[in-house]
């Protein structure tokens, strides 16, 4: 892999300071936050000067039942071709639940959920990385991801599962350091242990991020400074490799550009610290499992459930297809676990209910703060009073088509119950609704523009 430096996570609030940021050698875009057509002034500049520029999805669910969608999988190559990026991410996560495979509506996440470490997971997972990477014009590399809670009955640890898909589909790593400190803290699983078992071969590059602790859950919320520890993981990782690329994330309350730049001066001096080489380490030795049988000419295909007992491919790029039963079974038990975070169905059995409840919280206040963002005028116009009637809608209704039309499905539900008391208020609301519900935007009224200048002002 060719090496990629040290890179900052490209966002708008933070595009100037990223331009003028001293030692920046790459950054990361959100794949779904940019419009191939209409790039960003600032992501054109900073790739005229020959920064790498690399998209980062978030919306595939590799790790979920159904096969990847089409359309989703199109227009992510459409924004790694133009980008001119050299690889394209993705996380080992499911961010849906349901539909055809459990002929039951689906259900969105709106975040990104950890999978089972099964070997009906890894089937899927990895039939389901084959399918994308088909689909892309550049190698894929896969993130390891935060999580609040574990599944019951695991039949690998996460090194051994991360090694398996690397090793049957060929794709890359992108190993996220923080996400190993989460889930340090959250799931007792030792960041040494799962370094020492991943094919640090196969890394693309590093993940760096900031993260709050609260009644002993570690929040992986990209909207605090580097703590310690995650910089500890990170001198351990790069005491074992040299890893290609280091990046830093910062999504939420951005610092000022000077802190900024101390923390990338914090993470170099955390790789130079491991005294590393830039040489690619030699291949690893696969970790031992109770079901990982000798290496052997491993099927590209199996019949029925065959699949799941056959044992891990071990040539690398070779997937076992993954069995329809084992795609009913992931499904089945996705969707149960995604109905309880998000609809209040009961909590499956063998899950703990402490650290569901705070996923289900955590789910439902991202769902407020990117529907605010999304559609900002709602805070203006519910002042204070958002967030509550925002969670309290949640609650009762899942999300269903992205974001925006959360939005609007958020505010038809408060006019039907005759929110906000305020008239004023209502009536604002109800103009706002009307002006982005329907297939087109409805024509605007003298009213209607008058709205939109007091929600512009206050805003």
Same mark, same amino acid.
């Given at each position: 892999?060719?090496?990629?430096?040290?890179?900052?996570?490209?966002?708008?609030?933070?595009?100037?300071?990223?331009?003028?940021?001293?030692?920046? #050698? =790459?950054?990361?875009?959100?794949?779904?936050?940019?419009?191939?057509?209409?790039?960003?002034?600032?992501?054109?500049?900073?790739?005229?000067?020959?920064?790498?520029?690399?998209?980062?999805?978030?919306?595939?669910?590799?790790?979920?039942?159904?096969?990847?969608?089409?359309? &989703?999988?199109?227009?992510?190559?459409? &924004?790694?071709?133009?980008?001119?990026? *050299?690889?394209?991410?993705?996380?080992?996560?499911?961010?849906?639940?349901?539909?055809?495979?459990?002929?039951?509506?689906?259900?969105?996440?709106?975040?990104?959920?950890?999978?089972?470490?099964?070997?009906?997971?890894?089937?899927?997972?990895?039939?389901?990385?084959?399918?994308?990477?088909?689909?892309?014009?550049?190698?894929?590399?896969?993130?390891?991801?935060?999580?609040?809670?574990?599944?019951?009955?695991?039949?690998?640890?996460?090194?051994?599962?991360?090694?398996?898909?690397?090793?049957?589909?060929?794709? %890359?790593?992108?190993?996220?350091?923080?996400?190993?400190?989460?889930?340090?803290?959250?799931?007792?699983?030792?960041?040494?242990?799962?370094?020492?078992?991943?094919?640090?071969?196969?890394?693309?590059?590093?993940?760096?991020?900031?993260?709050?602790?609260?009644?002993?859950? =570690?929040?992986?919320?990209?909207?605090?400074?580097?703590? %310690?520890?995650?910089?500890?993981?990170?001198?351990?990782?790069?005491?074992?490799?040299?890893?290609?690329?280091?990046?830093?994330?910062? #999504?939420?309350?951005?610092?000022?550009?000077?802190?900024?730049?101390?923390?990338?001066?914090?993470?170099?001096?955390?790789? #130079?610290?491991?005294?590393?080489? =830039?040489?690619?380490?030699?291949?690893?030795?696969?970790?031992?499992?109770?079901?990982?049988?000798?290496?052997?000419?491993?099927?590209?295909?199996?019949?029925?459930?065959?699949?799941?007992?056959?044992?891990?491919?071990?040539?690398?790029?070779?997937?076992?297809?993954?069995? *329809?039963?084992?795609?009913?079974?992931?499904?089945?038990?996705?969707?149960?676990?995604?109905?309880?975070?998000?609809?209040?169905?009961?909590?499956?059995?063998?899950?703990?209910?402490?650290?569901?409840?705070?996923?289900?919280?955590?789910?439902?206040?991202?769902?407020?703060?990117?529907?605010?963002?999304?559609?900002?005028?709602?805070?203006?116009?519910?002042?204070?009073?958002?967030?509550?009637?925002?969670?309290?809608?949640?609650?009762?209704?899942?999300?269903?088509?992205?974001?925006?039309?959360?939005?609007?499905?958020?505010?038809?539900?408060?006019?039907?119950?005759?929110?906000?008391?305020?008239?004023?208020?209502?009536?604002?609301?109800?103009? =706002?609704?009307?002006?982005?519900?329907?297939?087109? *935007?409805?024509?605007?009224?003298?009213?209607? &523009?008058?709205?939109?200048?007091?929600?512009?002002?206050?805003?």
């Amino acid at each position: 892999m060719e090496r990629l430096g040290t890179g900052i996570g490209w966002r708008p609030e933070i595009a100037d300071a990223v331009e003028n940021m001293p030692g920046i #050698d =790459w950054v990361e875009v959100v794949a779904e936050n940019v419009c191939p057509g209409r790039l960003p002034e600032s992501l054109v500049r900073l790739r005229e000067r020959g920064v790498t520029v690399i998209p980062h999805g978030v919306s595939l669910g590799l790790g979920g039942a159904e096969p990847p969608d089409a359309g &989703r999988l199109a227009a992510l190559a459409e &924004r790694v071709e133009a980008l001119g990026a *050299p690889l394209v991410t993705e996380h080992i996560a499911f961010v849906r639940a349901g539909g055809a495979v459990t002929a039951s509506p689906q259900l969105e996440a709106g975040h990104l959920l950890p999978v089972p470490r099964t070997r009906d997971a890894l089937d899927v997972l990895c039939e389901n990385v084959r399918i994308a990477q088909d689909a892309l014009p550049v190698p894929l590399a896969l993130e390891n991801i935060a999580a609040l809670f574990s599944w019951p009955d695991e039949e690998m640890t996460e090194g051994q599962f991360l090694y398996e898909l690397a090793e049957r589909t060929g794709a %890359r790593l992108l190993v996220d350091v923080a996400n190993l400190h989460t889930n340090h803290v959250n799931r007792g699983e030792d960041p040494a242990e799962a370094l020492g078992e991943l094919p640090l071969e196969a890394l693309a590059y590093v993940h760096v991020a900031g993260g709050f602790e609260r009644d002993g859950v =570690w929040h992986d919320s990209h909207a605090h400074p580097v703590p %310690r520890p995650v910089l500890d993981i990170l001198s351990d990782l790069a005491s074992r490799v040299a890893p290609p690329g280091v990046l830093l994330e910062r #999504d939420e309350n951005f610092p000022e550009p000077a802190e900024l730049t101390a923390e990338l001066e914090a993470v170099r001096r955390a790789v #130079d610290a491991a005294g590393h080489s =830039w040489q690619t380490p030699p291949p690893t030795s696969p970790p031992t499992t109770a079901s990982t049988t000798p290496p052997a000419k491993a099927p590209t295909t199996a019949p029925a459930d065959q699949a799941s007992a056959a044992g891990p491919a071990r040539a690398r790029g070779v997937a076992v297809l993954a069995p *329809p039963r084992a795609r009913q079974r992931l499904g089945v038990a996705q969707a149960a676990v995604l109905s309880c975070l998000v609809a209040g169905t009961p909590v499956p059995e063998g899950f703990d209910r402490v650290r569901m409840r705070v996923q289900a919280r955590a789910l439902a206040a991202k769902r407020a703060g990117v529907v605010a963002k999304v559609a900002p005028e709602l805070p203006v116009i519910l002042d204070d009073g958002y967030r509550e009637l925002f969670l309290a809608y949640a609650r009762e209704r899942p999300m269903r088509g992205g974001y925006r039309q959360d939005a609007l499905d958020f505010a038809a539900q408060l006019l039907k119950a005759g929110r906000p008391t305020d008239a004023r208020a209502r009536r604002r609301l109800h103009t =706002w609704w009307l002006d982005r519900s329907g297939p087109a *935007p409805r024509p605007r009224s003298l009213a209607a &523009r008058a709205a939109r200048r007091v929600l512009q002002r206050r805003g």
